[in-house]
């Protein structure tokens, strides 16, 4: 089955700093890769997702390349703001089955 | 329109007890996914519904079990609890069965399940 390891937290950054949250992955067959962000209190809402190698995903100012060769989908923002504290999923899927998620990355952001 | 709602957002049982946990998808939607999250194991699988039929089930005991109704909400239920059902308990509902990527899955904000 897949599988996912991310960089582990808690990531504490200043505002208007560069961000990088590395994550690899295992999976069978050719998967679809999603990050995911869920803000205190609330349940989890997808930030982006590419389906095939070398497509960039992006929406809120974050970013991530599908890179097969090394299996990674690194996620990244050039200027993080406060808005942004949240913790961070990866997740791989391929076939009919469930979204398999790494373990989170939390990230603070300070003013 | 309304998304995911889920009853009750916070709840607190002692061990041996059963729970019920309730989960209203967004209108339209016909599948409802549930997934335990804690701080060890992360996000993990319970159990998938659609058109009051169980599609997907992860790796948990049988004390976990659900059900959707016509409505298309959905009930999941622990029995006999144990400390380690401490968790957060997160549903999440979309248009059409299964995980295509297509099918996108949103989430519902959780209930906090304290077990002492």
């Known amino acids: 089955g897949n599988s996912v390891t991310q960089m582990e937290g808690p990531v504490t950054l200043s505002e208007e700093a560069f961000l990088t949250i590395n994550c690899t992955y295992t999976a069978t067959g050719y998967p679809s890769l999603f990050w995911y962000v869920q803000y205190p209190g609330e349940g989890l809402q997808l930030l982006l997702k590419a389906t095939k190698a070398d497509d960039k995903g992006s929406n809120k100012g974050f970013e991530a390349t599908y890179r097969k060769e090394t299996t990674s989908f690194h996620l990244e923002k050039g200027s993080v703001q406060v808005s942004d504290s949240a913790v961070y999923f990866c997740?791989?899927?391929?076939?009919?089955?469930?979204?398999?998620f790494g373990k989170g990355t939390r990230l603070s952001v300070i003013a | 329109k309304a998304g995911v709602t889920q009853t009750p957002r916070y709840l607190i049982k002692t061990r041996g007890q059963q729970v019920t946990l309730s989960c209203s998808p967004i209108?339209?939607?016909?599948?409802v996914s549930w997934y335990q999250q804690t701080p060890g194991q992360g996000l993990q699988f319970l159990f998938e519904?659609?058109?009051?039929?169980?599609?997907n089930k992860g790796n948990f005991p049988g004390r976990f079990s659900g059900r959707q109704f016509s409505n298309s909400r959905s009930e999941m239920n622990v029995s006999t609890l144990e400390l380690g059902d401490s968790a957060l308990y997160l549903c999440?509902?979309?248009?059409?069965?299964?995980?295509?990527?297509?099918?996108?899955?949103?989430f519902g904000p959780g209930t906090r399940l304290t077990v002492l």
């Open positions: 209108s339209g939607h016909r599948s």
């Open positions: 999440a509902s979309s248009l059409a069965a299964g995980f295509d990527f297509y099918n996108e899955q949103f």
């Open positions: 997740a791989p899927h391929s076939g009919n089955t469930p979204l398999v």
């Open positions: 519904y659609f058109s009051e039929t169980q599609r």
